[in-house]
């Protein structure tokens, strides 16, 4: 009886030794697995210099998140689709222009405050953003390869090129470029020939805020009529001269600053109430592009910040408004 209980507690300890051995050689196996595979992916890098540092980005990152809308924007034009993004803070999204193109990408909440309990749950091979502000950048850098890209609202191209040679994709970026200077030409020679030069106001209004701006030369959208050959009034060209900033502020006091051939006039969500504000001041009426129903609203989301795709959204409604639907201070 005893030599039969000596028996089973012998098999019972060389069991459960042979599964603590079985078990501590998987997870070795696991282990070396991991590391081998993480020096790999280490070393096929390649070192990206920019304006935080320089870091070593995979050659072909397969899992991208990017910080702003406008990363958002350039990498969808050059045919990738990133695991998530963040929201703009004021201005609105870009569903408009990128349609479907949004689905199943993931929200990670306000730009400059994305949740990083997400980001690290998404296990990005590659972390992209317009001005990323140094403090987020070394959280970021902790989790994935980081790359902080400087941008300049009139000069977009630059950044849109920067990010193609990031992931790739320099030929894509080029023949997009190539694409939209040629629309650019063909719509400059028919503006020449149906508007002359014309004098166009953009405007923004906030939600939250109840003053309203005009933008100027270093602007976005200004850049664009800019290659139109279009431009902004000379009294906004007087105001903003030396401006460091984009815009200038324009009370109902200086609405006269406004008068034009045209206005668009973008509208970040919610602000309508502001901009009702305005149109119903007798001020207001006194402008004679207001009086001739030249004043057109459109979306902040792709007009106020933008790259390829904003662009030429935005020379859709220029054609739209201007020349399509005959809109000519000659009539």
Known sequence: ????????????????????????????????????????????????????????????????????????????????????TTRANRTGNKTLILKDKLDEIIDLGKEGNPNLEKVVQLHPDLILGLYINPQNYKLFSQIAPTVSIEFTENNWRKPLLKVANIVDKTQVAEQLLAEYQQRVEKLRWEFAQKLGNKKVSVMRFYTTLEFTQFLNKLSFPVSILEELNLSIPLAQL?????????????????????????????????????????????????????????????????????????????????????IKNNVSTNN
Request: aromatic share 10%.
């Open 1 to 84: 009886m005893i030599s039969k209980w000596l028996d089973h507690i012998k098999l019972f300890l060389i069991v459960t030794l042979s599964l603590i051995f079985i078990k501590g050689c998987y997870s070795f196996f696991n282990q070396t697995t991991y590391l081998s595979k993480s020096q790999t992916l280490t070393s096929e890098c390649r070192t990206v210099k920019h304006e935080l540092g320089e870091s070593c980005i995979p050659l072909n990152p397969q899992r991208i998140i990017v910080t702003d809308q406008d990363s958002l924007e350039m990498l969808v034009a050059l045919g990738l689709k990133p695991i998530a």
């Open 238 to 322: 007087q105001v903003s001269s030396g401006a460091s900033v984009s815009y200038n502020n324009v009370s109902l006091e200086r609405v006269n600053l406004l008068e034009s051939d045209a206005i668009f006039i973008a509208l970040d969500p919610g602000s309508e109430e502001n901009f009702q504000i305005y149109k119903n001041s007798p001020l207001w009426q006194t402008l004679n592009v207001v009086k001739s129903n030249r004043v057109y609203t459109v979306d902040s989301g792709y007009w106020i910040f933008g790259n390829i795709l904003s662009a030429n959204t935005i020379l859709d409604d220029i054609y739209k408004y201007l």
